[in-house]
C-alpha cells in the first residue's frame, strides 16, 4: 500500500511562510492533494496538483512537486492565525479504488 | 445545497448497540468511500463504493456493513459497537478514475461508552 509521510508539527509566527513537507511511495499518482482540517471541523480540499506539474501557485498557497524524490511541499506565505490546523497531504491509492491514502497531518500553530 | 451531507454529526450510545450513519451527496459523482479518523487525527480509508458496488474494504471487521441503495446514497451500520469505534466517521465522494479531487462531508463523532 502507499506510505505516505509527514513531519506532525510546525510553529511559525504571523507573517512569516510556512512549508510543510510530504514524502509518498507510490511514483504512479497522478494527483496529489491538501487537504486543511480546522479543530472540530471537516476536511477542506486547499489545492492539488498533477504528477506531471513541478509547481502549482493559488493565491498565498505554493504547491512544489519533485517526482524524482516523491517530495511533496505547501507553502504557505504570509501565514495568519487563521491558518493554525491541521494540514494533511493525500495521495490516491491505485490498488484501493482510488480511495485517498493521507499522511499523519501536520499541526500548523501560528503564534501573533 | 450541501454537496456531501452526513447524520447524525454526534452519536453517543453504549457498548453493543447497532448503530447507522447516513450519507448523502448531491455531485452526481459516481464513487463514495467512508474515513476513519481516530483520537490522534490518523485518517484511514475503510470502504470504497463505485456505482453501488463495493470495491475496496480495508481490513474492517465485518460488525461494519457499508449499504449504497443508490448512487447517492452510502450508509453505514455498525453492529455490537465497541470502545475501539468510538472516532470520527466521515464520508467522501468523487468522480470515478481519481481524477478530480473528494468532497467530504462533515463527519460523524461517535463516542462509544
Known amino acids: 500500500g502507499e506510505d505516505v509521510e509527514q513531519s506532525l508539527f510546525l510553529s511559525v509566527r504571523e507573517g512569516d511562510s510556512s512549508v510543510i513537507n510530504c514524502t509518498y511511495t507510490?511514483?504512479?499518482?497522478?494527483?496529489l492533494y491538501w487537504y486543511k482540517q480546522e479543530p472540530g471541523a471537516g476536511l477542506q480540499l486547499l489545492t492539488y496538483i498533477f504528477s506531471n506539474m513541478d509547481m502549482k501557485q493559488d493565491q498565498r498557497l505554493t504547491v512544489l512537486l519533485n517526482k524524482k524524490d516523491k517530495h511533496l511541499s505547501l507553502r504557505i506565505a504570509d501565514t495568519q492565525t487563521g491558518d493554525s490546523a491541521i494540514y494533511f497531504c493525500a495521495v490516491p491509492g491505485q490498488d484501493s479504488g482510488y480511495a485517498l491514502n493521507f499522511g499523519k497531518g501536520t499541526s500548523l500553530l501560528v503564534t501573533p | 445545497d450541501t454537496a456531501v451531507s452526513q447524520t447524525p454529526k454526534y452519536l453517543v450510545t453504549q457498548m453493543g448497540n447497532d448503530k447507522s450513519i447516513k450519507c448523502e451527496q448531491n455531485?452526481?459523482?459516481?464513487?463514495m468511500y467512508w474515513y476513519k479518523q481516530d483520537s490522534k487525527k490518523f485518517l484511514k480509508i475503510m470502504f470504497s463504493?463505485?456505482?453501488?458496488?463495493?470495491?475496496i474494504n480495508e481490513t474492517v471487521p465485518n460488525r461494519f456493513s457499508p449499504k449504497s441503495p443508490d448512487k447517492a446514497h452510502l450508509n453505514l451500520h455498525i453492529n455490537s459497537l465497541e470502545l475501539g469505534d468510538s472516532a470520527v466517521y466521515f464520508c467522501?465522494?468523487?468522480?470515478?478514475?481519481?481524477?478530480?479531487?473528494?468532497?467530504f462531508g462533515p463527519g460523524t463523532r461517535l463516542t462509544v461508552t
Open positions: 507510490d511514483s504512479s499518482s497522478t494527483y
Open positions: 455531485l452526481g459523482h459516481d464513487t
Open positions: 463504493y463505485n456505482n453501488k458496488e463495493l470495491i
Open positions: 467522501a465522494s468523487s468522480p470515478w478514475g481519481g481524477r478530480l479531487e473528494q468532497y
